[in-house]
């Protein structure tokens, strides 16, 4: 019953402190009885939370690292525009008028 309310409940922290155990006792309890049946335990409410929110920072990452690729390249392409007209000895532009 314990095990069962613990795959159900935000917090183990406070299923244990309700029955009187230590935290660490619900997932030992968890695991036997997983080992017993030979199946994997499926995972608690906070576990899904969890893996759902690691997921989601996985993607933000991913955005992040396709927007700096990206912004990367239209540097170095405009590094690369700088450095022909430098060479060609063309004269810089600039936003300020010449007297």
Known sequence: MAVRRMQECES???????????????????DALASLDGITPPPSA???????????????????AL???????????I???RRQTEEAGAKASTTKSES
């Open 12 to 30: 183990v922290a406070e299923l244990a402190a309700e029955l009187g155990v230590n935290r660490q006792l619900l997932y030992k309890w968890r």
């Open 79 to 81: 590094e690369a525009r």
């Open 46 to 64: 906070r576990e899904v939370t969890l893996i759902n929110e690691n997921r989601l920072l996985k993607q933000a990452l991913a955005n992040r």
């Open 67 to 77: 927007e700096v690729d990206f912004f990367k390249g239209a540097l170095q392409k």
